[in-house]
Nanobody
Framework: QVQLVESGGGLVQTGGSLRLACVASGIIFSSKHMGWFRQAPGKQRELVAQMTSGGVTVYATSVKGRFTISRDNAKNTMYLQMNSLKSEDTAVYYC???????WGQGTQVTVSS
């Protein structure tokens, strides 16, 4: 059964950094197109960064130049390095494959001004 476990969220001041991690099990991780998503209160979940199995990355305009997605296939783990954080980055962050599997619990990121 597929399991996605996100970690690394927290409270950070504007301009700060966080590194999120996502450990996947139950899938052939190295073959999957993966993404980081976020959902802010009252808003729809949005895709902010994605990486193909071949390593091609695509970022949402709102995070381009500030966020970096990476993966370690040997560890079945995906990362999201978030720099220059803004209050509008506050959300619950999730990882998932594209197309999606069952969602994990996510990790809360709160950016205070």
């Amino acid at each position: 059964q597929v399991q996605l476990v996100e970690s690394g969220g927290g409270l950070v001041q504007t301009g700060g950094s966080l590194r999120l991690a996502c450990v996947a099990s139950g899938i052939i991780f190295s073959s999957k197109h993966m993404g980081w998503f976020r959902q802010a209160p009252g808003k729809q979940r949005e895709l902010v960064a994605q990486m193909t199995s071949g390593g091609v990355t695509v970022y949402a305009t709102s995070v381009k130049g500030r966020f970096t997605i990476s993966r370690d296939n040997a560890k079945n783990t995906m990362y999201l390095q978030m720099n220059s954080l803004k209050s509008e980055d506050t959300a619950v962050y999730y990882c998932n494959a594209i197309p999606n599997f069952r969602w994990g619990q996510g990790t809360q990121v709160t950016v205070s001004s």
